[in-house]
């Protein structure tokens, strides 16, 4: 039987959450308001190289993040299962 690691554990605890209220205040418990920002960062920059619209220095200023966090996402999604992709482009990150 394979051990699940500490990731796969948390995932599962996340999964488990079905309301928003809860979840959000389970990431207060186990996230600083800087990790928080990054992992809301991240999913801007994974979206914007989605969209394709801006150049990677534009979303630099416009994400206020450095090329290097770009580039880290940009060779993310070259190693993602296309489904992933295709989720992040159904799904309208700006829309409230």
């Known amino acids: 039987m394979k051990q699940e690691s ?18 959000l205040e389970l990431f207060d418990l186990l996230f600083t ?5 990054d992992f809301a960062k991240r ?3 994974i979206h914007a190289l989605i969209d394709g619209e801006m150049t990677q220095r534009q979303m630099a200023q416009e994400l206020e993040v450095s090329i290097a966090k770009i580039t880290r996402g940009s060779n993310a999604l070259k190693q993602v299962d296309p489904k992933i992709i295709e989720f992040f482009k159904s799904w309208a990150y700006n829309k409230q």
Do not use: A, M, S, Y
Request: glycine letters at 0%.
């Open 6 to 23: 500490n990731w796969e554990k948390f995932v599962e605890i996340c999964f488990r959450v079905k309301d928003k209220e809860l979840l």
């Open 33 to 37: 308001h800087e990790e928080k920002d």
């Open 43 to 45: 999913c801007q920059i």
